[in-house]
C-alpha cells in the first residue's frame, strides 16, 4: 500500500540524474569552449546554484509536499522528543495535568447542558417552560394538548421524591408520574415488556437500575407486584439500561401513570383543574419539519385564546417558550449549573495556561539550547517559517500525547467530581454518567492544538529567528531570552496566585459556616425520616402512631426526648413554601415547617412571645400558627403580633391565629441572611413523612443502632430512609460550597506546585547559564555570600512583580465570587494577606537552592568550563 | 535564501510557462537545452533560474501539457527530454493569444496616443 504523497525512490533518482545531466552538459560546454574540467565543473555549479534547494523547489511541484513534510516533520519530532526525554516526561505531564482537568470538566458541562436525551431522534423532543420554570398547570396542559398544530404527541410528567416497596422492603427512590402518551414522545423501546398508554391502569415501568437491583434481574419481574407511596402497581415493563427519565441527575426508578398517581393526594386531585397550580412538565415531539420557533409561536396563540376564554385569571406575563432537550432536561435545573460550570472552566482554565506557560518555559531552554542545531539548519537553506512549522509540529505533538494522557487523567479526576456530586442533600439516587464521548474527544483535540498554540508559538518564533553567525561563533543567547521568560514566569506566579487565593477564599467562607450558629441545637441529636401512608393509616391513624411511637422512643435508655417535624430545616431548594398575606398586605413566598408540640423546645429555639404548639391544638380545632422574629416584624412591625390572623396560601387562602414568635433560625442555608419562616402544628397538618428528632445523654451516633432497632419493632408498613446524626444533615447543607473549595483545593495546590517547579527550573537554568560570569566575578574577588544575594534577588524580583500582579487581579477576580462565598467578603484581607506571605515563602524557597549553587561555584572550574 | 533566487526571475508570472511551451514545440529538449535556447533566442536577455525551471518542468508534466521521456542526447549523453502533448499544444495556442492580448494592452497604455491623436 503506497500513499501518493510518499516519495516514490524513482521520482528522486530521477530527479538527481536529471539535474546531474545539467551540470554535465553545462560543464561540458564551458570545457568545449576552452575552459579546464575543473574550471569548468566549478562554472557550471556556480551558474546552477544550491542543488538541493532546486531539487526542494523542484519537489514542491510534486503537489504532496505540504503533507510529506508533515510526515516528516513528525519523525523528527518524535527523534527530538525521544532524545531528551527528560524534558519529554515533564512536558507531557504539565500539559496532562492541565489538559485532564479541562476534559473532565468539560464531561460535565456535556453532562448538564449538551447530551441528548437517550432516545430515538433526540432532537425532535422539546421542552416547554415559562420565564425558566417548567412547571404548568393541568388544564393549560390539557388545551396545549388538544389544540397545538406543532408536536406528534405532547405529555406531562411530575418528577417526585417517592418510595418503592418490594416484598417488605422500602426504599426512597424518584418517581415520574407520567400521562399516558409519554413514550409517544420518548418513543422508548422497554428492555422487558411494555410501556403503558392507559392512565388507569394500575402498572408500571420500572428503571434498568431498579431491575438489577431489586429484582436481581429477575427475567420475570413482568406481573410482580410494587407499591409506590400508598398505591400498588404491577411492573409491566424494565426501560433500557440509559434511559433515567426527564429528573436527570436524579434517577428515576419507577414511571406510573399520572391519573392514578394523583389520586393518592387529595389536594393533587383538586389541582387538576385549577389554572393557577403549576405542577406538571411538559414534552412534546415536534412534528417533522416543525422547528421549535414555530412550536413557540403556535402555543403563545393558545395562550391568548386561554386568556380570551377566561377573563378572570391574570396571563403571565412570562410567555411559553419550547426548547429542545439537551443534558439535563430542566431549564431551570441547567441554568442553576452555568455559575457553577463558569466557575469550574475558569479554575481549570487557570490551570492549562499555568501548565501552557510552564512548557513555554521549557521550550524557551529547549530553544537556547537548540540554537546550534537551528542555526546549521539554516546556514543549509531552511527558512524561517519552515523551521516554525517544524518547532509548532514537535510542540503539536507533546500538546497531543498530553491530551492522551490527559484523558486518563481526566478519568481520574472524573471519579473524583463524581464521588463529590453524589454527596447532594437528597433522599433519592442520583446517576451522573460523565462518559467520554466524542465530544469529550473533540474538545480535548481542540484543547491540544489550542494549547500547542500558546506555549509554543512564541518561543519557537524566538528560536526559529535565531542570527546564524553569533551563534555558530559560540556566543552567549541575547538577553531578550531572558527578559521573555521572566515575563513567562511572573505571569505563571500571578496566576496561580489568583488560584491559591480563591482557594483560600472558600476555605474561609467553609469556616465561616461551620462556625455559624444555625438557631438550633444540633449535637447528641439524631434524625430519622420515616414513612407510613394510606391504606393502612389514615390521618387519625396516622397521628395516633406517631404519637405512640414518639412515647416508644422517649422510654429507649439514654434517649433524652423525641419530637417530630415534617421536613428538617436546610435542606437547600427541597423546603417547603407557602404563600402568607394579612388581611390588609400583598401575598409573599416563606419557608415554613409542620412541628409537633415540644420540638421548639428540644430544640433550644426561643419562643420570644406566646407559647409553643401544645396539647390544645387539635387536629379539628382552630388552626394556629407561629412565626418567626422576622416575618412578625415584616407583618406587623409595629403591633404584637399574637392573637392576629395570617393568611395562607397564594389564591384560595386559610387563615390561622398566631399564637406565639419564635427567635431567628437558618432555613436554607447557613449563609444566609434572616428570612420570614413559620411554623404549623404537626396535629392539623399531617402527611404520613415525618423526621423524628431524638436528643440523646451522650455522642448520639453511639444510639443509631439502638433507635434503628426500636423502629423496626413498630408495625412493619413503618418505612424508614435516614437515621443519621443531626450534625451530618447539616455539614450535607453545604455542601456545594464544601464540593466547589475541594476542587479548588486540588486545582489551586497543583498550579502552585507546578509554579514552584517554573521558578526553580527558571532560577536554576539562569545560575547554570552565567557560571562562567560567576566564576568571573569570583576570581577578581566577589565573596559568596554577594553572588548568593544577586541570584536570590533576581528570582524574588521577578516573584515580586508576579505576587503584585496576582493580586491586583485577585481583587477583581474575587469580586466575581461573591455570589458562592455564602457571605464572606470576597476581599477578605485574611486570605489576601495569607495568600501573599504563602507565596513569598515559596517564591523564596525555589530561589535559595540555586542561589546556594551558584555561591559553592568553583572560579577555576568555572573558568575552565568551555 | 529562496527570496535571492525568486529576485533573479525577471520574467512575470506566468511568462516562463509560455516560453518552455514554445522552445518545445520546435521539438523535444532536455532541461539544459531549454534554458540555452531560451537564452540564446532572447539574445542573451532572458536568464532562465535553473530553481524556477525545475519546479516549472513538473509543473507542467503534472498537468499534462508535457511529458518526459530518457533518451540519449547528439554528444551520447543519456538525458531527460521533454515533449509537448497535444493538450500541451492547446495550452500554448491559449497562452499565446493571452499574451498578445497583454502586450497590446500594455503598449496601449505605455503609448496612449499613438494612432488616434495624430495631427
Redesign the interface.
Known amino acids: 500500500m503506497k500513499f501518493p504523497w510518499q516519495k516514490s525512490k524513482q521520482q528522486e533518482s ?2 538527481a ?3 546531474q ?2 551540470l ?3 560543464s ?1 560546454e564551458r570545457a568545449e569552449r576552452g575552459a579546464t574540467t575543473d574550471e569548468a565543473a566549478q562554472a557550471a555549479r556556480r551558474e ?3 542543488v538541493e ?2 531539487k526542494e ?2 519537489r ?4 504532496w509536499r505540504w503533507v510529506e513534510d508533515f510526515f516528516e516533520d513528525i519523525r523528527f519530532g518524535f527523534r527530538m522528543l525521544r532524545k531528551s526525554s527528560g524534558f519529554t516526561i515533564v512536558a507531557i505531564l504539565t500539559l496532562a495535568l492541565g489538559i485532564g482537568v479541562n476534559t473532565s470538566v468539560f464531561s460535565l458541562m456535556d453532562f448538564v447542558l449538551l447530551r441528548p436525551l437517550p432516545v430515538p431522534d433526540p432532537g425532535r423532543v422539546t421542552v416547554l417552560s415559562r420565564g425558566g420554570s417548567p412547571l404548568f398547570s393541568y388544564p393549560d396542559y390539557n388545551d396545549y394538548r388538544d389544540r397545538n398544530q406543532s408536536f406528534t404527541a405532547l405529555a406531562a410528567s411530575v418528577p417526585t421524591e417517592s418510595s418503592l416497596d418490594y416484598q417488605g422492603e422500602s426504599r426512597a427512590t424518584a418517581a415520574e408520574a407520567v400521562s399516558g402518551n409519554y413514550n409517544d414522545v420518548m418513543k422508548i423501546q422497554p428492555l422487558l415488556g411494555r410501556w403503558f398508554t392507559d392512565e388507569n391502569e394500575n402498572v408500571a415501568v420500572i428503571s434498568y437500575d431498579a431491575w438489577q437491583r431489586i429484582f436481581a434481574a429477575d427475567a420475570n419481574v413482568l406481573g410482580k407486584q410494587v407499591r409506590s407511596e400508598s398505591q400498588w402497581y404491577s411492573v409491566i415493563g424494565v426501560a433500557p439500561p440509559d434511559f433515567t427519565g426527564i429528573y436527570s441527575p436524579i434517577r428515576i426508578d419507577i414511571w406510573v401513570p399520572l391519573r392514578i398517581w394523583t389520586t393518592q393526594h387529595p389536594n393533587l386531585a383538586a389541582e387538576r383543574t385549577d389554572r393557577m397550580r403549576r405542577r406538571v412538565m411538559l414534552f412534546g415531539r415536534l412534528k417533522d419539519a416543525i422547528e421549535p420557533f414555530v412550536a413557540t409561536a403556535n402555543l403563545q396563540a393558545i395562550d391568548e385564546q386561554i386568556h380570551r376564554e377566561n377573563p378572570g385569571i391574570a396571563p403571565d406575563k412570562n410567555r411559553v417558550l419550547v426548547e429542545r432537550t439537551s443534558g439535563i432536561p430542566s431549564p431551570i435545573s441547567r441554568r442553576n449549573a452555568v455559575p457553577v460550570l463558569i466557575l469550574l472552566f475558569g479554575v481549570v482554565g487557570t490551570v492549562l495556561l499555568i501548565a501552557c506557560v510552564n512548557v513555554g518555559n521549557l521550550l524557551v531552554v529547549r530553544g537556547v539550547v537548540r540554537r546550534h542545531e537551528l542555526s546549521v539548519r539554516t546556514a543549509l ?1 531552511a ?1 524561517r517559517i519552515r523551521l516554525l512549522r517544524q518547532l509548532l509540529t514537535e510542540c503539536l505533538l507533546l500538546c497531543f500525547m498530553g491530551a492522551a494522557a490527559g484523558l486518563v487523567f481526566g478519568s481520574w479526576t472524573n471519579y473524583l467530581l463524581k464521588v463529590l456530586l453524589l454527596s447532594l442533600p437528597i433522599d433519592a439516587p442520583i446517576q451522573l454518567n460523565l462518559a467520554l464521548d466524542y465530544r469529550v474527544f473533540l474538545f480535548a483535540a481542540a484543547l491540544s492544538i489550542l494549547a500547542a498554540l500558546t506555549c509554543g508559538l512564541l518561543p519557537a518564533w524566538h528560536a526559529a529567528s535565531v542570527d546564524v553567525a553569533p551563534v555558530l561563533k559560540g556566543e552567549s543567547p541575547q538577553a531578550t531570552c531572558f527578559r521573555m521568560r521572566h515575563a513567562f514566569l511572573a505571569g505563571q506566579i500571578a496566576l496561580s496566585l489568583v488560584l491559591l487565593l480563591c482557594t483560600g477564599l472558600f476555605l474561609r467562607s467553609i469556616a465561616k459556616l461551620q462556625s455559624s450558629d444555625p438557631g438550633f441545637a444540633v449535637k447528641n441529636r439524631l434524625y430519622a425520616l420515616t414513612y407510613i401512608s394510606e391504606p393502612e393509616f389514615n390521618a387519625e391513624s396516622g397521628l395516633q402512631f406517631y404519637s405512640k411511637l414518639l412515647t416508644d422512643l422517649r422510654s429507649l435508655p439514654g434517649v433524652q426526648s423525641a419530637t417530630l417535624t415534617r421536613l428538617l430545616p436546610l435542606r437547600g431548594q427541597g423546603n417547603e413554601t407557602n404563600c402568607v398575606s394579612t388581611a390588609t398586605s400583598q401575598p409573599f413566598s416563606s419557608t415554613f415547617g409542620v412541628l409537633d408540640s415540644g420540638f421548639l423546645a428540644e430544640m433550644q429555639i426561643p419562643v420570644l412571645q406566646g407559647r409553643e404548639f401544645d396539647a390544645q391544638d387539635q387536629p379539628h380545632g382552630k388552626p394556629v400558627a407561629i412565626i418567626n422574629a422576622t416575618l412578625a416584624q415584616r407583618l406587623w412591625p409595629h403591633q404584637n403580633a399574637i392573637g392576629q390572623s395570617i393568611l395562607l396560601g397564594c389564591d384560595s387562602k386559610t387563615s390561622a391565629e398566631v399564637v406565639g414568635v419564635a427567635a431567628n433560625t437558618k432555613v436554607v442555608s447557613l449563609g444566609e441572611a434572616p428570612q420570614p419562616y413559620f411554623y404549623l402544628p404537626f396535629s392539623q397538618n399531617y402527611t404520613g413523612l415525618v423526621t423524628l428528632v431524638l436528643k440523646t445523654a451522650s455522642e448520639s451516633t453511639a444510639f443509631v443502632s439502638t433507635v434503628r432497632e426500636a423502629l423496626h419493632k413498630q408495625d412493619n408498613s413503618l418505612r424508614i430512609y435516614g437515621l443519621e446524626t443531626l450534625s451530618s444533615h447539616l455539614e450535607r447543607s453545604y455542601y456545594q460550597v464544601r464540593w466547589e473549595s475541594s476542587m479548588l483545593l486540588i486545582f489551586g495546590l497543583v498550579a502552585l506546585l507546578l509554579a514552584t517547579v517554573g521558578i526553580y527550573g527558571a532560577i536554576a537554568y539562569y545560575v547554570t547559564q552565567r557560571t562562567r560570569e560567576i566564576g568571573l566575578r569570583m576570581a577578581i574577588g566577589a565573596r559568596p555570600a554577594e553572588i548568593g544575594k544577586l541570584i536570590l534577588s533576581q528570582g524574588l524580583r521577578v516573584a515580586g512583580l508576579g505576587i503584585s500582579v496576582g493580586l491586583v487581579v485577585s481583587l477583581g477576580v474575587a469580586r466575581l465570587l461573591g455570589r458562592f462565598l455564602s457571605g464572606l467578603n470576597p476581599l477578605d484581607p485574611l486570605s489576601f494577606i495569607s495568600t501573599a506571605i504563602l507565596w513569598s515563602l515559596v517564591a523564596a524557597a525555589a530561589c535559595y537552592l540555586p542561589a546556594q549553587r551558584a555561591m559553592r561555584v568553583d572560579p577555576m572550574v568555572a573558568l575552565r568550563h568551555e | 535564501m529562496k527570496e535571492r533566487y525568486q529576485n533573479r526571475i525577471e520574467l512575470l508570472q506566468g511568462t516562463l510557462d509560455l516560453l518552455i511551451l514554445q522552445t518545445l514545440q520546435w521539438g523535444p529538449q532536455h532541461g539544459y537545452g531549454i534554458s540555452v535556447a531560451i537564452r540564446n533566442r532572447s539574445g542573451e536577455i532572458l536568464q532562465v533560474d535553473t530553481g524556477s525551471l525545475y519546479p516549472a518542468l513538473h509543473r507542467l508534466q503534472r498537468q499534462k501539457w508535457i511529458k518526459s521521456e530518457w533518451k540519449t542526447s547528439e554528444n551520447n549523453q543519456r538525458a531527460k527530454f521533454y515533449q509537448l502533448t497535444a493538450a500541451g499544444k492547446k495550452q500554448l495556442t491559449k497562452e499565446r493569444s493571452k499574451w498578445e492580448q497583454l502586450s497590446d494592452a500594455m503598449a496601449g497604455v505605455l503609448n496612449p496616443f499613438k494612432g488616434e491623436n495624430e495631427p
Open positions: 530521477d530527479l540524474n536529471e539535474i545531466n545539467h554535465n552538459m553545462a561540458q546552477f546554484g544550491n534547494l532546486v523547489t523542484a514542491d511541484a510534486w503537489g537553506g527558512g
